[in-house]
């Protein structure tokens, strides 16, 4: 028996360790897993560390804007030296600014042979405890009437960038159209220009790498990268300093003067292009003499280019801007990288605000025309509105009968304040959607508050004269920067 036991004995201590090691396996687990528990509801310990940075006022610097300078033609009234650019008269330039005192000056170099270059305005920075940055304005306005150039034009003073978009012109037939380039930075700027037609991507030799030194004015023929084109658009694209880019076109049929005027700077590839302050005028006098030939291009156009590439869909709405009646409607469809001229249907005289929208980014303008009592032409190119919120100023060039244009792309109606000279001008209420206009007084400043966002325009309106301009809104002002290290 005392054999037989010793086993039994073995077997039942051996259970008991190894039920005692499972027990003590499921306790330690059991244990565990309160422990996690516990640490899932306890809160951690934490520890942040904000990185060390500096902030940094930028210097206040001085506001600049360029004017686009005097009338240009190349040769002279005998038809002689036809690639020497030269000036006829000198612009009439107008100025203000909503705080400080800005000053007037002119570029150092141009290629007008007259010497004449474009004036620049400076406006000193506000002192460092201004709640706003100052703001400057200036535009220009001449009348010519020697040989072929003949006609009214106007401009506003412009800041320099480094992307333009230019809409109008035309190199056809009769038609001359110059590119002027104005670097008033104090580094050389490289331009390239990007050149479009009815048949797309214009291709030219001497279109890049142009080097317009600080201080200069560069003078060029449009024909001379684009001859014999009828719709054309320019892209203007700088590195180093940025520049001021404008057209000047003038035409001339056959051996009558036709009109002359600047192109300024279009809204860039948008969604939603705003037109203010399209003038019809002289209609019937239109009508008939667009009928001769050699005169098409008085009708009034809708010029357009998708510079992507993709085809756009798009809607042209032609607005009245005395309120009363929807405006008339057209659906386009647009080429991408092809530049197409919409021709308007014939509207009663009046101001209009025309609205594009598209499903692919666009850039617009405009040309109207007008005829005078003698039969005198002259014409007007408006480029797309950049949309200006909560504030503006406009300089009004002297001209012939002024107006104001604002055109409200919200939904929220606005009631907006002119002041000029620190003293109230009026109010004019400006619905949700719609456009309005009012007379202003040439050679005045007004700056315009109590919105959210506006497009601006001026336009003159003469017996035979014509001319407009889109108003651009100032670049913003440098903010506090913080660096970290």
Known sequence: MQADEQPQKNRTRGAIIVSARIVAGTVGTFVAALAIAAAAWLPLPSHTVTPPSTTVTPVPAAQQRVCAGPLLRLGNDSGQDATIVSSVGRPA???????????????????????????????????????????????????????????????????????????????????????????????????????????????????????????????????????????????????????????????????????????????????????????????????????????????????????????????????????????????????????????????????YSVVIASDQPVVAGARVSTVGTTGQTDFAWLAAATPIDKQAIVTVAPGPSPVLHLDNPTRKPATVTLTSGGVLAGTVAVPAGRSVSLPVSGSATYTLGGFDRLAVSMSYLGDGQLSAFSVSPSAPASGRITIYR
Request: hydrophobic share 35%.
């Open 93 to 351: 330039v107008r100025y203000g600014q909503t705080a400080g005192k800005a000053a007037s000056s002119v570029l150092s170099t141009t290629d007008n042979a007259t010497g004449v270059a474009p004036e620049v305005l400076t406006l000193p920075p506000a002192a460092q405890q201004a709640t706003k940055p100052p703001l400057l304005t200036g535009s220009q306005s001449q009348t010519a009437s020697t040989g072929d150039l003949v006609g009214f034009a106007t401009a506003e003073c412009s800041e320099g960038t480094s992307d333009t978009w230019l809409v109008g012109g035309a190199t056809d037939t009769g038609r001359t159209t110059l590119v002027t380039l104005s670097n008033p930075s104090s580094v050389s700027a490289t331009v390239s220009l990007s050149l479009y037609g009815p048949s797309g991507t214009i291709s030219a030799a001497g279109s890049s790498g142009i080097v317009v030194t600080p201080g200069g004015q560069r003078v060029f023929s449009l024909a001379g990268f684009a001859p014999g084109v009828s719709s054309p658009v320019v892209r203007v694209q700088s590195r180093g300093g940025q520049v001021v880019a404008n057209l000047q076109q003038s035409t001339v049929r056959t051996l009558e003067p036709g009109g002359v005027d600047i192109v300024g700077a279009a809204n860039k590839p948008s969604l939603t292009n705003v037109i203010p302050g399209l003038v019809v005028s002289s209609s019937a006098a239109l009508s008939a003499r667009e009928a001769e030939p050699g005169y098409q291009d008085l009708r009034s156009v809708i010029r357009l280019l998708v510079p992507g590439t993709k085809q756009a869909h798009t809607e042209i709405s032609v607005i009245p801007e005395s309120g009363t009646g929807s405006g008339t409607t057209v659906s386009v469809v647009v080429e991408a990288g092809v530049v197409t001229d919409v021709p308007l249907d014939s509207f009663p005289d009046g101001n």
